[in-house]
């Protein structure tokens, strides 16, 4: 059974960071490219970074600079590191692995900026 299990939601102040991290199981991790994506109230689900099995990272334009994507092979697991945080930045955030034709989506944690 594949499980995408995401952790470090919560309540920060502009300007501060969290970290998320995205445990995998029931995959060959390392072969699937890892995505963070958002979903805001009243807005459609946003990609906000990738990246790939071979390490290669791309950023939506609103987070570049900000947030750093990275994965670790060893322990099945992908992160967002989030800098700076910004109101904006408030949504539930969604762990996405896929390869090929096969897709699999985290429950998402809730992460709250204030400002």
């Known amino acids: 059974q594949v499980q995408l299990v995401e952790f470090g939601g919560g309540l920060v102040q502009a300007g501060g960071s969290l970290r998320l991290s995205c445990a995998a199981s029931?995959?060959?991790?390392?072969?699937?490219?890892m995505e963070w994506y958002r979903q805001a109230p009243g807005k459609q689900r946003e990609l906000v970074a990738r990246i790939t099995s071979g390490g290669t990272t791309n950023y939506v334009n609103s987070v570049r600079g900000r947030f750093t994507i990275t994965r670790d092979n060893a322990k099945n697991t992908v992160y967002l590191q989030m800098n700076s945080l910004k109101p904006d930045d408030t949504a539930v955030y969604y762990c996405h692995a896929f390869w090929g034709s096969a897709n699999y989506w985290g429950q998402g944690t809730q992460v709250t900026v204030s400002s």
């Open positions: 029931g995959i060959r991790f390392s072969i699937y490219t």
